[in-house]
T-cell receptor, first 110, second 110 residues
Framework: RKEVEQDPGPFNVPEGATVAFNCTYSNSASQSFFWYRQDCRKEPKLLMSVYSSGNEDGRFTAQLNRASQYISLLIRDSKLSDSATYLCVPTRGSYQKVTFGTGTKLQVIP | DVKVTQSSRYLVKRTGEKVFLECVQDMDHENMFWYRQDPGLGLRLIYFSYDVKMKEKGDIPEGYSVSREKKERFSLILESASTNQTSMYLC?????????FGPGTRLTVL
């Protein structure tokens, strides 16, 4: 089983739609969780951290389900500029390797 | 602003050549990483380092080595480049939980 699994997509959604991505991880020792965003031909950048209680940043909401070992990202009122690949990243600690998911591609269409 | 720089954006080498990819970060981060990114496979960790002269294998270390003589510099070495090492190479450094990526080096091995 892969350490991190994501649906590669693409998810093609109209502007204004709500879209959700899930990510499952296999290592129960994972401690911290993140979503990164990667634009086409650019490097990944941190989008948001994911807390056990869930967290929201504007139109973006991230949730963590430790029991089922998955994290989710919800984007409301999609904008054209949200088009990117979203990478899921569970981490285990400062001196441990960091494994990225393969990413979910989102295309927001006018 | 954290800055991670990579020595080249594009590189073309021949099979059998020794290749050096350099990465420099300016924020005194302890952790540094080398990934390669290929379509459909996402980011795969080659090596990482959590201190000067320390290195740990990632998920795909075969055919690569690394060097970390100074805290700010992490080098990836392809001892004898092969065509299957044609890829986008991304370096990252880490502060706390967030990883900061360089712009990437697109390496083509002919």
């Amino acid at each position: 089983r892969k350490e991190v699994e994501q649906d590669p997509g693409p998810f093609n959604v109209p502007e204004g739609a709500t879209v959700a991505f899930n990510c499952t991880y296999s290592n129960s020792a994972s401690q911290s969780f993140f979503w990164y965003r990667q634009d086409c031909r650019k490097e990944p950048k941190l989008l948001m951290s994911v807390y056990s209680s869930g967290n929201e940043d504007g139109r973006f909401t991230a949730q963590l389900n430790r029991a089922s070992q998955y994290i989710s990202l919800l984007i409301r009122d999609s904008k054209l500029s949200d088009s990117a690949t979203y990478l899921c990243v569970p981490t285990r600690g400062s001196y441990q390797k960091v494994t990225f998911g393969t990413g979910t591609k989102l295309q927001v269409i006018p | 602003d954290v800055k991670v720089t990579q020595s080249s954006r594009y590189l073309v080498k021949r099979t059998g050549e020794k290749v050096f990819l350099e990465c420099v970060q300016d924020m005194d981060h302890e952790n540094m990483f080398w990934y390669r990114q290929d379509p459909g496979l996402g980011l795969r960790l080659i090596y990482f380092s959590y201190d000067v002269k320390m290195k740990e294998k990632g998920d795909i270390p075969e055919g690569y080595s690394v060097s970390r003589e100074k805290k700010e510099r992490f080098s990836l070495i392809l001892e004898s480049a092969s065509t299957n090492q044609t890829s986008m190479y991304l370096c990252a450094s880490r502060a706390g939980d967030e990883q900061f990526f360089g712009p990437g080096t697109r390496l083509t091995v002919l």
